[in-house]
Nanobody
Framework: QVQLVESGGGLAQPGGSLRLSCAVS????????MGWYRQAPGKERDAVAS???????NYVDSVKGRFTISRDNAENTLYLQMNRLEPEDTAVYFC????????WGQGTQVTVSS
């Protein structure tokens, strides 16, 4: 059974950091294109970062230089290290497996506020 479970969200001050985790079961995190998305209130769900099985990584321009996507194959976990957080980063963050069908986690709330 495929499951993706996010954790690590919370409240951070502007300029602070958070590390999101996505624990995966039912498949290997290294075998699929995996990504992080976010959805702010009243907005669409947007891509943040992705990592290909071969290691190619892509980021949306707004997080380049601040966020880092990675995976731990032994732990079967996807990560998103978020540094220099901005209020505009406030959203529910989802991890996803790019496949047919598509799989999503339940999301974790990130709030950036002073």
């Amino acid at each position: 059974q495929v499951q993706l479970v996010e954790s690590g969200g919370g409240l951070a001050q502007p300029g602070g950091s958070l590390r999101l985790s996505c624990a995966v079961s039912g498949f290997s995190v290294s075998s699929y294109l995996m990504g992080w998305y976010r959805q702010a209130p009243g907005k669409e769900r947007d891509a943040v970062a992705s990592i290909h099985p071969g290691g190619t990584i892509n980021y949306v321009d707004s997080v380049k230089g601040r966020f880092t996507i990675s995976r731990d194959n032994a732990e079967n976990t996807l990560y998103l290290q978020m540094n220099r957080l901005e209020p505009e980063d406030t959203a529910v963050y989802f991890c996803s497996r790019f496949s047919i069908p598509r799989f999503w986690g339940q999301g974790t709330q990130v709030t950036v506020s002073s």
